[in-house]
């Protein structure tokens, strides 16, 4: 399988369209037997575009999207209050670790990548946290889907996967082992695993540009975190001539891991 580079147009649009992969999730939900009384977790929601496909396929279930501050107003800038149904579509700010609910409250847990965003925000011991409150808030017989991003073998997927690991952010993929295990662990049984696949790279202006919102922009928004990158010039000086000769990949490949609660 070829990866294409993604032309300007595409790299505008690409993280809110996302080769309509949060559209694949809530069909699983839907293959998992969702039902209109089932309430709904987007766990580190970010924009909310996960809930927001959910909505747009006409579900009226009670729906939280959890995300920390910044979060919250890029929801309220994207959400269209009358598309969504907003009257059970909420964005609550609060520490995945910590989340304020009653045990067994969700029928499905949802997510679309920022694992790794918590890593950077509190580490593995908030991640491993953060599983747990998972486990302590589903139902038994609930869904908790998670979606990571998977080590390619392609010469511009190695690259990304060096690059924020140089980068310093502690922004972290763990492997899918360690979630099977944990969740294995606390009670929860891997029922399915597939892989999304986005095929595409970045151009060098397009990476340039993440990798400066990476070093620049990200450490403003988490800097209650103590999230320190390396300097943007540091980071591309070193990696400048890869990306050029061989992009930087987008995403390449996204491993989605579902599990069930057992009784
Ligand atoms: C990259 S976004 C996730 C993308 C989103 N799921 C989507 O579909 O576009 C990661 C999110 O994780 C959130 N996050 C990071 N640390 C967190 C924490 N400790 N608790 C809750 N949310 C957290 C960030 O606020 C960020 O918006």
């Given at each position: 399988m070829t990866i294409q580079y993604l032309s300007d147009e595409e790299y505008e649009n690409i993280f809110v369209s996302f080769c309509s992969f949060r559209q694949k999730l809530v069909s699983k939900l839907e293959e998992y037997g969702?039902?209109?009384s089932n309430y709904i977790m987007d766990l580190a929601?970010?924009?909310g575009f996960l809930s927001f496909a959910v909505k747009e396929k006409g579900y009226k279930n009670y729906l939280v999207d959890i995300g920390l501050i910044n979060d919250l107003e890029n929801f309220r800038r994207t959400i269209a209050i009358e598309t969504y149904n907003s009257r059970n579509l909420q964005f609550i700010v609060m520490d995945s670790s910590k989340m304020a609910f009653r045990e067994n409250r969700f029928d499905f847990i949802v997510n679309f990548l920022g694992l790794e965003d918590i890593n950077m925000t509190i580490g593995k011991s908030g991640v491993i946290s953060t599983l747990k409150e998972a486990d302590r808030i589903l139902k038994v017989g609930g869904i908790l889907e998670i979606a990571i991003l998977a080590k390619g073998s392609k010469p511009s997927s190695i690259l990304n996967w060096k690059i924020w690991k140089y980068i310093g952010l502690n922004s972290r993929f763990y492997s899918p082992e360690f979630y099977i295990n944990k969740m294995l662990e606390l009670g929860?049984?891997?029922k399915e695993k597939f892989m999304l696949r986005t095929n595409k790279k970045m151009t060098s202006t397009q990476a340039k540009e993440e990798i400066l919102f990476a070093c620049e922009e990200a450490p403003k928004i988490f800097k209650r975190y103590n999230v320190y990158p390396k300097p943007f010039k540091q980071v591309w000086n070193k990696y400048k001539k890869k990306i050029k000769k061989q992009g930087l990949g987008f995403y390449p490949i996204i491993l989605i891991l579902i599990f069930e609660k057992q009784s």
């Open positions: 969702l039902l209109k929601a970010g924009h929860l049984r891997l």
